[in-house]
């Protein structure tokens, strides 16, 4: 099972960036997808999840009306657009992969996990 994130970079606050996870060796269409962040001496943090079916979607407060995840399951990839990029959203941004049960925003509950992707945003 791999799950391969890409889409990062250095950016000015104010920006945009979308970030992907593209998922190989696993079925895809039965995995909740979430989205985590760990910026540097910090713990690991919740961003966002979708559900199975794309149809439903949950977000940290942090990040709420400026991130939007998304999946295609025909492509075994989710997405994660960030808008209004802020210093604080500075952060290694990982995906993983939870293949049994609903949504969660606790890392531990997740079953597979990308390499992670450096976003850097700039004041």
Do not use: H
């Not at 199975?52 to 942090?62: F, H, I, P």
């Not at 709420?64 to 995840?69: A, E, L």
């Not at 998304?70 to 993983?96: F, G, H, I, W």
């Amino acid at each position: 099972v791999q799950l391969q994130a890409s889409g990062g970079g250095l950016v000015q606050a104010g920006g945009s960036l979308r970030l992907s996870c593209a998922a190989s060796g696993v079925s895809f269409s039965i995995a909740v997808m979430g989205w985590f962040r760990q910026a540097p001496g910090k713990e690991r943090e919740f961003v966002a999840a979708i559900s199975r079916s794309g149809g439903s979607t949950y977000y940290a407060d942090s990040v709420k009306g400026r991130f939007t995840i998304s999946r295609d399951n025909a492509k075994k990839t989710v997405y994660l657009q960030m808008n209004s990029l802020k210093p604080e959203d500075t952060a290694v941004y990982y995906c993983a992969a939870k293949m049994v049960g609903l949504y969660s925003r606790d890392e531990r509950n997740y079953d597979y996990w990308g390499q992670g992707t450096q976003v850097t945003v700039s004041s």
